[in-house]
C-alpha cells in the first residue's frame, strides 16, 4: 500500500516562502508522477505542479515563475518550494502519486497565506 507523508506547510506572510515535502513509501515501483494539487475553501482541487520520474515538469500558470517542484529519487520525496506567495496560494496542499492509472494522496497540510 502506497503512503505518503506531507510536511511543511503553516501561516506565512505575504511575500514569503515555504517549502513543502513528500515522501512516498509502499512500493519499489520507480516509474510514476508525482505532484501537488491545492484546494481551497469552496473551490475544487486544482493542480499546482507535477515531475515525472525522468524530470518532466509541469506547472499551473497561477505559479509558474513562483513555485518550484524538484524530487529526489533515492529518497522517494518530492518537494515544492513556494516562493513569493499570495494570499490566494491559501488552502490544502495534497501530494499525489499516480502511477499508471492508480492515484495515491497523501492527508494534506495547510498552507496559510496573510498578514
Known amino acids: 500500500q502506497v503512503q505518503l507523508v506531507e510536511s511543511g506547510g503553516g501561516l506565512v506572510q505575504p511575500g514569503g516562502s515555504l517549502r513543502l515535502s513528500c515522501t512516498a513509501s509502499?512500493?519499489?515501483?520507480?516509474?510514476?508522477?508525482m505532484g501537488w494539487y491545492r484546494q481551497a475553501p469552496g473551490k475544487q482541487r486544482e493542480l499546482v505542479a507535477t515531475?515525472?520520474?525522468?524530470?518532466?515538469?509541469n506547472y499551473a500558470d497561477s505559479v509558474k515563475g513562483r513555485f518550484t517542484i524538484s524530487r529526489d529519487n533515492a529518497k522517494n520525496t518530492v518537494y515544492l518550494q513556494m516562493n513569493s506567495l499570495k494570499p490566494e496560494d491559501t488552502a490544502v496542499y495534497y501530494c499525489?502519486?499516480?502511477?499508471?492509472?492508480?492515484?495515491?494522496w497523501g492527508q494534506g497540510t495547510q498552507v496559510t497565506v496573510s498578514s
Open positions: 515531475i515525472t520520474s525522468g524530470g518532466s515538469i
Open positions: 509502499g512500493t519499489t515501483f520507480n516509474i510514476d508522477v
Open positions: 499525489n502519486r499516480r502511477i499508471f492509472t492508480t492515484n495515491y
